[in-house]
Nanobody, 124 residues
Framework: QVQLVESGGGLVQAGGSLRLSCAAS????????MGWFRQAPGEEREFVAAISRFGGSTDYADSVKGRFTISRDNAKNTVYLQMNSLKPEDTAVYYCASNRAIVLTTRPQAYQYWGQGTQVTVSS
């Protein structure tokens, strides 16, 4: 069992920045690919970013490439999502998730454990 707790969400103006954190506990953190997903009201949950077990590989949704950066600190059992140049369309609940896999995947169905989510609201 892996427990994930997100933090760092909030209200920000368009063009601003936020840094999300996701603290993990329960199992060896470096055994898991970590991902960030988001879900806006009335929308499907969508992939945002993923990072390999030791941080050597990352993947991003086209909509956030060049603006968001995923990173992890295995010593702190934490994954981060630095979000810059935020847009109103980035408004959503952001979730972190873990996946005991070797390769990165964008499919939410592949992730076994999920946090409760943190709200990000970007005003225009």
């Amino acid at each position: 069992q892996v427990q994930l707790v997100e933090s760092g969400g909030g209200l920000v103006q368009a063009g601003g920045s936020l840094r999300l954190s996701c603290a993990a506990s329960g199992r060896t953190f470096s055994n898991y690919v970590m991902g960030w997903f988001r879900q806006a009201p009335g929308e499907e949950r969508e992939f945002v970013a993923a990072i390999s077990r030791f941080g050597g590989s990352t993947d991003y949704a086209d909509s956030v490439k060049g603006r968001f950066t995923i990173s992890r600190d295995n010593a702190k059992n934490t994954v981060y999502l630095q979000m810059n140049s935020l847009k109103p369309e980035d408004t959503a609940v952001y979730y972190c998730a873990s996946n005991r896999a070797i390769v990165l995947t964008t499919r939410p169905q592949a992730y076994q454990y999920w946090g409760q989510g943190t709200q990000v609201t970007v005003s225009s």
